[in-house]
């Protein structure tokens, strides 16, 4: 059973950059079942993928944020991380970690989310 | 890309059978497949239908996935509503360029 852990800062400057860092146990990141996914909520609201990564290091972004992320593996500490640039405060969210099911392309395992707030 | 549309609000009586749409705009509904999670307040998401209408195990037959490809649709019915249902329900697919897309997302109310 995989187990996933987001991890972080909470606080965060308007301008500044968001790394956030998920831990995997259960299996190895390096793994082609699966793609590394972040998802992000804003406070009441929807579901918002931001993107994934693949073992072989492919990367898929969704196209509203694909100028401002970068999301690689670290198969070493088996962990995937997040960077977000030129945060304002419409980035404020839970940000989840996840693994997304290669072929049927659903989330089996989620994190239990990490609330990043961008404020000055 | 496409988006996936679904109602803001659904609310219905314990007992009862309640169905939740999710309408494809850009592409076929049936082309890719269709995934359900349920996200109760301060919660993860949780999977309720993965591929169109299969359940997890543990997840209970009273909740159902459908395709409706004349439509462009797919739906979540949940029958015997429990109180304990009342979430919020999300339906998911993604595009032949691996890039994924969620629906609004539908709160249900059970009365």
């Known amino acids: 059973q995989l187990q996933l852990q987001e991890s972080g800062p909470g606080l965060v400057k308007p301008s500044e950059t968001l790394s956030l860092t998920c831990s995997v146990s259960g299996d190895s990141i390096n793994t082609n079942k699966y793609f590394w996914a972040w998802i992000r909520q804003p406070p009441g609201k929807g579901l918002q993928w931001i993107g994934s990564?693949?073992?072989?290091?492919?990367?898929y972004y969704n196209p509203s944020l694909d100028s401002r992320v970068t999301i690689s593996g670290d198969t070493s500490k088996n962990q995937f991380s997040l960077t977000l640039s030129s945060l304002t405060a419409a980035d404020t969210a839970v940000y989840f970690c996840?693994?997304?099911?290669?072929?049927?392309?659903?989330?089996?395992?989620w994190g239990q989310g990490s609330l990043v707030t961008v404020s000055s | 890309n496409f988006m996936l549309t679904q109602p803001h609000s659904v609310s219905e009586s314990p007992g009862k059978t309640v169905t939740i749409s999710c309408t494809r705009s850009?592409?076929?509904?049936?082309?890719?497949?269709v995934q359900w999670y349920q996200q109760r307040p301060g919660g993860s998401p949780t999977t309720l239908i993965y591929e169109d209408n299969q359940r997890p195990s543990g997840v209970p037959d009273r909740f159902s996935g459908f395709i409706d490809r004349s439509s462009n649709s797919a739906s979540l019915t949940i029958s015997g509503l429990e109180s304990e249902d009342e979430a919020d329900y999300y339906c998911q697919s993604y595009n032949d360029n691996n890039a994924v897309v969620f629906g609004g997302g539908t709160k249900l109310t059970v009365l």
């Open positions: 996840a693994s997304l099911l290669g072929g049927s392309y659903f989330f089996d395992s």
């Open positions: 990564v693949y073992h072989s290091g492919n990367t």
């Open positions: 850009g592409g076929s509904i049936g082309s890719n497949y």
